[in-house]
């Protein structure tokens, strides 16, 4: 029988995809993973299905001790990991340059493993979310909202290209939208979740222009070392 290995990150989309390498890191080594995640999230079963993933408000555990509990199970208190790693307290916000990669870090893994993400995609469904969309030959991609679609940064390209906006579309998820993406001639996003799927896949996009969370971060230099592409970084004066 094999033993559970229990990820302790149930918060936020974001973090849930750009970690999708070490679940898979622990399922290679022969463990059960199981996952308990907002119940807004787990959609993301479909396109992760060797996790388990659980719903966190009906899943019985400590999530908020980053002792090994003695069950049997191995548990991961990945959501502490930058402060555990760097001796902070529990809750300490203030260095988000290291949040991230301190996922990876803390498990003694490369920092960069998280460019190795992949999802099972639904083909079918990202073919007919671009015919729904009447996506032209070429176009601008753009997502203007983070914070689980809560907040909204206005962004309007300056070029001559139709733009296709990110939204919530009934029966489409997040990831059903990878093929829009992957297609644009150029993308214009907030950096939010989709930020990381974009900078992990192989594109053909002529420009990248990331914009901040205004009001709240004036810019995205914190972000900056995590991205390879050729991102145009635009601060709070250029919104």
């Excluded at 622990?26 to 719903?55: C, R, S, T």
């Excluded at 990381?196 to 002529?206: G, H, L, N, Q, R």
């Amino acid at each position: 029988m094999k033993k559970e290995c229990v990820i302790n990150q149930f918060f936020g989309l974001g973090d849930i995809m750009f970690i999708e390498p070490i679940y898979r890191h622990f399922h290679n080594q022969g463990y059960d993973v199981v996952a308990p995640i907002n119940p807004e999230y787990l959609w993301m079963q479909e396109y992760i299905p060797y996790v388990q993933f659980k719903d966190k408000t009906v899943y019985p555990y400590s999530y908020e001790t980053v002792e090994q509990a003695e069950d049997g199970r191995l548990h991961i208190p990945l959501r502490f990991a930058h402060p555990l790693l760097r001796g902070y307290d529990l809750h300490y916000g203030d260095d988000r340059k290291n949040w991230m990669g301190d996922k990876y870090l803390y498990l003694g893994l490369d920092k960069d493993l998280w460019r190795t993400m992949k999802f099972e995609r639904n083909g079918a469904r990202e073919n007919k979310l671009m015919e729904l969309l009447d996506v032209p030959q070429k176009y601008n991609f753009v997502n203007e909202y983070f914070g689980g679609s809560l907040e909204r940064v206005e962004i309007s390209p300056e070029n001559n290209l139709p733009n296709i906006h990110l939204k919530k579309v009934e029966g489409y998820t997040l990831l059903d939208w990878l093929k829009v993406i992957e297609y644009a001639e150029n993308i214009y996003t907030v950096e939010t979740s989709i930020l990381w799927p974009i900078e992990a896949m192989e594109m053909s996009a002529k420009e990248y222009h990331l914009f901040p969370r205004q009001p709240w971060l004036e810019d995205t230099k914190y972000i900056r070392d995590y991205l390879t592409k050729n991102w145009i970084y635009h601060d709070s004066t250029d919104i």
